[in-house]
């Protein structure tokens, strides 16, 4: 499977600050990357879908305004969360789509580490 | 009604039972489903995969899909404490790209 990592894994800030999360593919090129948020026993809930070379595609309810993703690259992308509020605390995940397995026709998600923002 | 339900637990077990985790759905179109184990502060990572209705078998894993039922399983024979984690189940459609609804995920504790 693809190895998929990110960067920070944690973050402490202040509120009103911005935070940057990287994630990146290690082990191949990326077109579609996407960003997922976490909440304590919650689902996974998809915030957007990162397009290289174009611009995201957000979810209902999530702002693009707020959390900014630049796909800047076939191996990186960015989620930028501005002007963090504690609100905004939470677990963001990126994953990428691999490759079909051999004699499988299914794709699936292969998932980065996960950052764990924290906005006092 | 959540389009797909699990149970969040959490489940309890001692070492060596049979593990059986379940999620329902109400959305007919899903047709790949999946199962991720994700350990505490750290990112889901894929189990198993089926695609429509049946059964899979991958060492003491098993994922069975009934879609008259709306209903998915994974089975875990001789849990192991290392088991302990949250499983997540995840299920797609075939249109709408890799739009994957996730359930809230069931927390497993295996006792030694």
């Known amino acids: 499977g693809a190895v998929v990592s990110q960067h920070p894994s944690r973050v402490i800030c202040k509120s009103g600050t911005s935070v940057k999360i990287e994630c990146r593919s290690l082990?191949?090129?990326?077109?579609?990357m996407f960003w997922y948020r976490q909440f304590p026993k919650k689902s996974l809930m998809l915030m957007a879908t990162?397009?290289?070379?174009?611009?995201?595609?957000?979810e209902q309810g999530v702002e693009k305004d707020k959390f900014l993703i630049n796909h800047a690259s076939l191996t990186l992308s960015t989620l930028t969360v501005t002007s963090a509020h504690p609100e905004d605390s939470s677990f963001y995940i990126c994953s990428v789509p691999g490759t079909p397995s051999s004699g499988s026709q299914l794709d699936t998600q292969y998932f980065g580490p996960g950052t764990r923002l924290t906005v006092l | 009604q959540k389009e797909v339900e699990q149970d969040p637990g959490p489940l309890s077990v001692p070492e060596g039972a049979i593990v059986s985790l379940n999620c329902t759905y109400s959305?007919?179109?899903?047709?790949?489903f999946m199962w991720y184990r994700q350990y505490s502060r750290k990112g889901p990572e894929l189990l198993m995969y089926t695609y429509s209705s049946g059964n899979k078998e991958d060492g003491r894993f098993t994922a069975q899909v009934d879609k008259s039922s709306k209903y998915i399983s994974l089975f875990i024979r001789d849990s192991q404490p290392s088991d302990s984690a949250t499983y997540l189940c995840?299920?797609?459609?075939?249109?709408?790209?890799?739009?994957?609804?996730f359930g809230a995920g069931t927390r497993l504790f295996v006792k030694a």
């Open positions: 959305n007919s179109a899903f047709q790949y």
């Open positions: 082990d191949f090129q990326a077109t579609t």
């Open positions: 990162s397009n290289e070379g174009s611009k995201a595609t957000y």
């Open positions: 995840a299920m797609r459609g075939n249109t709408g790209g890799f739009k994957t609804i």
